[in-house]
């Protein structure tokens, strides 16, 4: 038991350690990778609550495939840290806006928490995972058995989601020259060179 | 092994805590002694097959080479140049090296012989192994230098691009095998097609295979997609301002990668610790042995493609990658889940 309870401070004390310097890092380099971090303490504590394919898809997922492309994109940014200094008196109301409503919020989050859980139903047990079933099959019975139809619509609207990006970005270019390769393939010596005389003076037409 | 040290009076916690920092070192120390012998082995058979001796000189047959290139290493300087960002220039190597060592905890050495055998293995190794871009990125904007810039931005886009294949041809094993669990898949593999233990043998299986095998020399980085170093073109991509330890670590890493993806190809597709064929006389002959022997069989596979395959171009390597392997992966996972519904293999 000790093991588990030593994991779970490491893993919560440094998911919030990692948070907080990923929106006080200077560098949004160091913020990323700071993100990065906070990611995996959070897969940490998904194992240690026994969601062992959760945890694995935030790994894969996140830390795999959405960071790697924040990181990618941050890394390419050329930031001027003084032009950045220089907005920050005119969006400080902006921001302090923010910052109220975030505060209110949480004042209201306490107070729900303090007036006590919403009644859900009764926990009698009859919704946790029977033994002897794994993670995997268990959330696969509930994603494709009693939510199919919230799943497959999650999937419709990622794809219109993807179909839209590439639509958005994509530009036809007429001027550069792509390569064919089951045509470069299909090319035999006997198509591909010709043996020309030309007369004197005459030149060969290509 | 947890039984061993409680049998020696320890309580469970304590017991299991020694049987794991164990399983570690007997999975890790051997790694790194077979990471430079393989070495060594790459650069004899590369020589070989280019009609030259190879290392000869240190040890007898040249074998102890890849330990005076690791002393040489290790008494060198650590050079850091002055632009670069330093925590992380020092970091990006220790990320390569150590996810490079994280993912053979799932790898089963024999039935019984696993350092954690958790139901999500294969997730655990796929997300292990989309943390290895990391290490090159890191270390390509933290040199704060040209070349090994665009060499990060090749292998962030490069490793990407062929984890998605490798994650639909991944399904198509766990479809057949019916588990994620790496165990349950190489038991699953137990004479498959006649006596053949392997999905290699089954004629569906048998394309994945091959696809997986060349997205595995491109996940590693190893030729012919080595563009992330391609030394006509990037001097020697992300590691150029390394040196001494810290690239040695890189080294290693790379090795131990290559090394993972062979035992991956031995256990996904080629059965493991399991014998060839399921006879009984050939399980007389320990498991881990057949594991090295397949291990050792498809290094030498990735050392002759090394030696005799020209680099990829980089956009030869994208169109591969995402017009060919993805769909025709995709199609795959249609395809056998269809088969398998067909025969009832779920029922």
């Known amino acids: 038991m000790t093991i588990q309870l030593i994991a779970f401070y490491l893993f919560a004390s440094l998911a919030v350690l990692s948070g907080a310097v990923t929106i006080l890092a200077r560098n949004p380099v160091h913020s ?26 935030l790994v894969i997922v996140y830390v795999g495939a959405v960071a790697v492309l924040f990181l990618f994109v941050v890394m390419m940014l050329d930031i001027d840290f003084a032009e950045l200094r220089a907005g920050f008196i005119r969006n400080a109301p902006v921001g302090a806006l923010i910052a109220v409503v975030l505060f209110g919020e949480l004042l209201i989050g306490v107070g729900a928490y303090r007036a006590g859980a919403l009644v859900l139903g009764t926990p009698d047990g009859s919704a946790a995972t029977p033994a002897g079933v794994s993670n995997i099959e268990a959330i696969g019975a509930l994603l494709y058995g009693r939510y199919l139809f919230l799943f497959e619509a999650a999937g419709v609207i990622l794809l219109v989601a993807m179909i839209g990006a590439i639509v958005l970005t994509h530009r036809q270019r007429s001027d550069t020259r792509g390569q064919n390769v089951s045509r470069q393939v299909e090319r035999r010596p006997d198509e591909a060179t010709v043996n020309m005389q030309p007369e004197v003076g005459q030149g060969v037409s290509l | 092994m947890t039984d061993f040290f409680q049998s020696l009076g320890l309580s469970y916690d304590w017991a299991w805590s020694l049987a794991t920092i164990a399983g ?6 051997p790694l790194m002694l077979g990471v430079a012998m393989i070495i060594y082995a790459d650069r004899k058979i590369w020589a070989a097959m280019a009609l030259r001796r190879g290392p000869n000189v240190v040890g007898p047959w040249g074998l102890l080479q890849s330990f005076a290139d690791g002393l040489k290493v290790f008494l060198q300087e650590t050079i850091i140049p002055s ?60 040199s704060n230098s040209k070349y090994p810039f665009f060499s990060a931005m090749r292998a962030s886009a490069q490793m990407i691009s062929y984890e998605v294949s490798i994650g639909f041809i991944l399904i198509c094993v766990v479809l057949w095998a019916g588990s994620f669990n790496l165990k349950d898949i190489v038991e699953a593999q137990q004479s498959h097609v006649w006596i053949i233990n392997g999905f290699v043998a089954n004629p569906l299986l048998f394309p994945m295979w091959v696809m997986f095998l060349i997205s595995g020399m491109a996940e590693t980085g190893r030729a012919p997609f080595d563009l992330t170093e391609a030394e006509s073109e990037l001097v020697a991509g992300y590691q150029t301002e ?18 993972l993806m062979c035992a991956l190809n031995a256990t996904l597709f080629w059965g493991g610790y399991l014998p060839p064929l399921d006879i009984p006389v050939l399980y ?11 291990i050792l069989f498809f290094f030498f596979i990735f050392s002759w493609v090394k030696a005799t395959v020209p680099r990829y171009r980089y956009d030869q390597l994208m169109r591969l990658g995402w017009k060919v392997f993805l769909p025709v992966s995709l199609f795959w996972v249609f395809l056998v889940s269809g088969y398998l519904m067909l025969t009832g293999h779920f029922a």
């Open chain 2, 24 to 29: 570690i070192l007997l999975i890790a120390l």
């Open chain 1, 32 to 57: 990323v990778l700071w993100l990065i971090l906070a990611f995996f303490n959070a897969a940490g504590l998904m194992v240690l609550a026994g969601a062992e394919f959760i945890a694995m898809l």
């Open chain 2, 284 to 294: 007389l002959i320990p498991g881990v042995v057949w594991l090295l022997l397949k």
């Open chain 2, 242 to 259: 390394y040196s001494s330890m810290s690239f040695a670590l890189y080294w290693l890493g790379e090795y131990a990668n290559v090394l």
């Open chain 2, 83 to 142: 632009a670069a960002n330093k925590g992380l220039f020092l970091i990006a190597p220790i990320i390569t090296f150590t996810v490079a060592l994280l993912a053979w905890a799932v790898i089963p050495f024999n039935s019984g012989a696993i350092l954690a055998d958790i139901n999500v293995g294969l997730l655990y190794v796929l997300a292990i192994s989309s943390l290895g871009v990391y290490g090159t990125v890191i270390a390509g904007w933290s």
